[in-house]
Every structure is written in C-alpha cells, then in structure tokens.
C-alpha cells in the first residue's frame, strides 16, 4: 500500500469538498483527518518516525504551505484518541479538538461534553483548558465521569471559581467582588457550568417587615432551577450556611413553579472551610473558593 498517495489524495478530496458542500465540512473534515491519522499511524508502524518528515516535505512541494510535522502530527494524535475514545461528534470542529487531543482520555471526554452542550466558541474552549477547569472539578464529579454515572449541578461547579480582574483591583468587599463579575458576566456564567442564564443583581425580597437583597439570582436552563448566589469576601461561616439557606426557601415559595427544581445555593468565598459546609442539613448548598486571574 502507498500511504503517501492515500494521504495526499484524501487532503486533495477534502479541499475540494469545501468548495462544493460547504454545509457539511466540518463533518468530512474530522473523517478526512481521521483517515489521514489513520495512515500515518500505519506508515510510522511500518517505517519508523521518519514518515512524518519526509511526507510533510513531499506534500508542502506537491500541495503547498500547511502540511508541517506539527500539523502532521496532530493527525495521528487525531486518530489514536478518537480511535480509542468513542466521542467524536461533527458538532465540534477538528479545530476544537485540536485544543484538547493532547489532554489524557478523561479530560478529553469531558471538554468534549461541555462544549457541545455550552456551544462554546474555540477560543471559549481554549480558556477552559488553560485555567485548568477539569482540574479544579471535585474527584467525585471526576469519577462520575469516568464511570458515565449521571452528572447534577453542583458536579459541575469548579473550585476554586476564576473571577477576571483585569485591573489588578484589591478586593475589600462584596460589592468589589460583585462589580467584577458583572464586568464579565459572560465569562462567570461559564465558569460556573452548563446553561446558566443572568437573572439579576441585588435582587430584592421581602422577608417579614425587612428588604433583604441577593447578591446574584441565576436561573439553570438545563436543570430548570433558579441558583442564588452569595459572595464572602471572608472564610466561609457558619452565618452565611443559614443565610443563604433562607433566601432558597423564599425562592422556592415566592418563584419557583410547580415543574421546576428547588433552588440550588452558592456561596463563593476567599476561603473555604470544608467542617462548616460538612455540617449544613441542605446538600443543595454548595461553596466554593474564588480565584482573581
């Protein structure tokens, strides 16, 4: 078999297929270069490493500038990952998983599950990855994943939560911490997971004869809850744990519909303190440190 011909004429056949079915390149895209990784892989198995800088030279020559060892090189990884690790979907573009194939399996599974289902842009997955997010996931969302078990909403919200400060602001209180996320809703919004939309700031309840305000009042599309949010510029208190847990509740009385989840709770801190939140009665309270990048 001459794995050089195979190669070059399955790179010719997809240049031309752009031109014509533009609607659906992505999809022959990640099978041509699939198929390419493919050959590579045989060519190399049969005649060492050296198939990579020969081919490369061969076809910048024949079919012009792009066909590096680099690029070369992320073709096979294409097809040993995805070979192996059955998630390949033509949702995502080959440039998307050129941001993670050189990822272990399981971090691959799970950047892979949560661009498709946040329709995240390139450049919006190539944050992810840099800022560690896999990383920053608790062990048990970790395992879940492994396992395909069924993942919940407080699974997926990392710690410690990046918040940008571009300014380099010195953060003394709330209301500070507050302006910065607002600043970059956006970007806190997907931090904290899948499908969360903006409902308010500041947002005002009335318990008894008293206003009270929430500091962030967020709505999940995908777990159909509403999520409050409050912000600790402190170690995490016990105050806080029963704070929060009253301003749940008035959701779940005063907005929450029949068909929706009970209210979940986030209190994001300077610092987390692991004997307070293991003794909170309400598992839908998580906490979660904050980070300035």
């Not at 005002?204 to 206003?211: A, F, H, T, V």
């Amino acid at each position: 078999m001459n794995y050089y011909d195979e190669i070059k004429n399955n790179l010719l056949n997809n240049e031309a297929y752009k031109t014509v079915k533009d609607y659906s390149k992505i999809r022959n895209d990640l099978n041509t270069y699939y198929k390419v990784g493919r050959l590579l892989r045989k060519a190399g198995n049969k005649y060492g490493e050296g198939v990579i800088k020969d081919y490369s030279k061969r076809l910048t020559i024949e079919l012009g500038k792009g066909y590096t060892q680099t690029r070369l090189r992320y073709y096979r990884r294409f097809y040993d990952v995805f070979e192996k690790c059955p998630t390949l979907s033509d949702t995502l573009s080959y440039s998307h998983y050129c941001e993670i194939i050189w990822l272990d399996i399981n971090q691959i599974k799970y950047y892979v599950e949560i661009a498709i289902k946040q329709n995240l842009t390139v450049r919006q997955l190539r944050t992810k990855v840099k800022n560690n997010e896999y990383e920053r996931l608790p062990n048990e969302t970790k395992n879940k994943i492994i396992t395909n078990d069924k993942i919940e909403i407080k699974d997926l919200i990392p710690n410690p939560i990046m918040i940008k400060n571009k300014d380099n602001l010195e953060i003394i209180n709330e209301k500070m911490l507050k302006k910065l996320i607002l600043e970059n809703i956006d970007n806190f919004l997907l931090e904290l997971g899948n499908n969360y939309c903006y409902k308010g700031n500041e947002y005002k309840i009335k318990l008894g004869d008293r206003y009270n305000y929430i500091d962030l009042l967020l709505y999940n599309i995908e777990f159909n809850c509403y999520v409050v949010v409050e912000l600790k510029v402190t170690e995490l208190k016990k105050e806080h744990i029963g704070q929060i847990e009253v301003y749940m509740n008035y959701i779940d009385s005063n907005l929450k519909k029949i068909n929706q989840g009970k209210t979940i709770g986030i209190i994001i801190c300077k610092k987390d303190n692991k004997y307070v939140i293991g003794y909170r009665s309400d598992e839908r309270i998580i906490s979660t440190e904050y980070e300035l990048v």
